[in-house]
């Protein structure tokens, strides 16, 4: 049993040897075959890439996969700046690939060219058909251009311009150019000043003695104003430059025909409502400023007022500030509009919500009349004219007045020309439903054979007054107490008057030829001269091309 039992043991044992050796045997052939499954990743085929690069071709051996940035690297190849390969270097290669590397660059050249200059003819009925007089010579603008050259490879593929400067702006040439004067000559007193086409032309005892003064071209009319001695002309030009809507300008006009008119700079700028010359005083100017908007209506008012003297040889100096940037009142956005006494003591001021004084001294304003805003539901607001007695003792202006029915007062269709006593007492309505334009002007004082002086109030009339916003006007007269209206111009069945704040002026002195005073105004973009008791008009201009005057 002992023997059996041993033999069976050892029996036993060798047969787990054998199950040891084969399953040690099917381990190993296991394992080779999964090591033959995943030799190729131990191993990774190769291919050839073909680089192009600086005329010259290199070939690199690479791992299949790999990316145009890999076989650059591979390559010892540095990418400059704007280098540029074909294909991009995020694409994956494949055995025989060819890329190429491009050698980028860029150079800058700046050149200058002439802006050529424009030829501008004016007409003049002062001079004969057909002669012409140089006015001003022209001059080509310079502008330099900055361009920008890419090469790939050393061969240029690109020139562009990539910024322009302009160095010096053209000067336009202008002529003269000479046409049948259709209208009479006749003398006038003192000196009248006119807006034609950008240019301020002035007219000196006759009307045939006229003669430009200042010829830029670019004189926007926001500003245009006589000194009280008509020595010098104060005008506004538009600007090119970005945040500055225009600059104020002073031109002397006491010069020789041909001499060349002393312009002044006053470095003033954007001025859009207000600028003047204060009586009384030796050529001070006062004027309020705007800040430029992108949004219309392409400004925000600062409702300030500034002073500045000029000398008489041009110098100019700046004042104390009268009035500080303020917010302006109802619609103060849009901006403030002021007009001295006579007497250069006293400051009035008109805007959308009323009109008053300016304290003596500057610094704060005195309320004298409310005015019922107007509601326009546009990007502009509505400011009342305003005008002085020659005595100083009276304000002129239109108030707007609430009409029954209306659902919003502000929306009222109905204005009335008032005086505004300022020796005390209530507003006195003069003339019932003139219109939102009717821009009152004062007549100097008339001395009568009693020896009595008084004086006149033109204004425009709207034809329709209700619709006195898009209505023409007519000029009409009236003594200061708002007695004997007279409807002067144009004659009946004739366009009316498109208004405007600096529709007319009038005469510093009675006309040679009638006796009467009279008043020079714009019509159908003309100089006009009206009689002021007979009505009987004269055309000046013909060139429909007139949008601003002043007379001294």
């Known amino acids: 049993m002992r023997l059996y039992h041993s033999r069976f043991w050892v029996t036993r044992i060798a047969w787990h040897s054998v199950e040891r050796a084969a399953l040690l045997a099917s381990m190993m052939v296991a394992i080779i075959l999964l090591t033959g499954c995943s030799a190729p990743q131990l191993t990774q085929s190769q291919i050839a890439v073909d680089i192009a690069v600086d005329g010259n071709h290199q070939q690199v051996n690479l791992p299949a996969g790999s990316t145009v940035e890999e076989a650059l690297s591979a390559a010892a190849l540095t990418l400059g700046p704007l280098d540029r390969t074909e294909p991009p270097l995020y694409t994956v290669l494949t055995e025989g690939a060819a890329l190429r590397l491009i050698r980028v660059r860029e150079e800058f050249k700046i050149e200058q060219v002439d802006i050529p200059f424009e030829h501008q003819r004016l007409r003049n009925e002062s001079m004969p058909e057909g002669e012409t007089r140089l006015v001003q010579s022209g001059l080509n603008g310079i502008q330099e251009m900055t361009y920008r050259r890419v090469f790939e490879d050393e061969l240029e593929v690109s020139n562009s311009v990539v910024k322009t400067v302009v160095v010096r702006e053209a000067t336009p040439e202008i002529v003269m150019v000479g046409s049948q004067a259709p209208f009479a000559s006749f003398p006038i ?15 000196d005892g006759s009307t045939d003695n006229r003669r430009p003064i200042v010829t830029t071209g670019d004189l926007d009319g926001r500003v245009f104003a006589l000194s009280p001695d008509g020595k010098w002309l104060l005008y506004s030009r538009t600007s090119e430059e970005d945040g500055i809507i225009n600059t104020l300008w002073a031109a002397r006009l006491d010069t020789e025909v041909g001499e060349e008119a002393l312009v002044v700079n006053l470095g003033a700028q954007n001025v859009i409502h207000y600028a003047g010359w204060r009586p009384g ?34 110098q100019v100096k700046a004042l104390p500030v009268q009035l500080e940037t303020n917010m302006g009142g109802t619609y103060g956005w849009w901006g403030m509009n002021f007009s001295w006494s006579p007497d250069g003591l006293t400051l009035a001021y008109t805007r959308p919500d009323g009109l008053g004084l300016m304290e003596r001294g500057g610094g704060s ?34 108030d707007h007045v609430s009409q029954p029915g209306v659902a919003s007062p502000e929306e009222s269709p109905l204005f009335d020309l008032t005086a505004m006593p300022l020796e ?23 001395e009568h054979l009693s020896g009595e002086q008084s004086h006149q109030v033109a204004y425009l009339q709207a034809i329709f007054p209700t619709q006195s916003d898009s209505s023409r006007y007519r000029l009409n007269v009236i003594d200061r107490d708002g007695s004997n209206r007279q409807t002067l111009f144009p004659p009946e069945g004739s366009p009316g ?10 005469s510093p002195m009675t006309l040679e030829d009638s006796g009467n005073y009279a008043m020079a105004i714009i019509y159908q973009n003309n100089l006009w001269l009206v009689d002021m008791i007979s009505g009987s008009a004269r055309q000046i201009t013909g060139d429909d091309l007139v949008s601003r005057v002043d007379w001294r």
């Open 189 to 203: 007193p003192g000196r009248l000043a006119y807006l034609l086409a950008g240019n301020a032309w002035l007219i």
């Open 281 to 314: 005083l030796s050529y001070v100017i006062s004027y309020s400023t705007v800040e430029e908007r992108a949004s219309a209506p392409g400004w925000q008012a600062n409702n300030d007022l500034n002073l500045i003297a000029l000398t008489d040889d041009g």
């Open 365 to 398: 304003l005195i309320s004298l009349m409310d005015v019922l805003p107007l509601q326009t539901r546009a990007d502009w607001a509505w400011v009342p004219g305003l005008a002085w007695s020659p005595d100083g003792t009276m304000l002129y202006s239109v």
């Open 424 to 446: 005390g007492g209530l507003p006195i309505h003069l003339v019932s439903q003139v219109g939102m334009f009717a821009y009152p002007v004062s007549s100097p004082l008339q």
């Open 497 to 506: 008057i498109d208004p405007q704040s600096q529709w007319g002026v009038w």
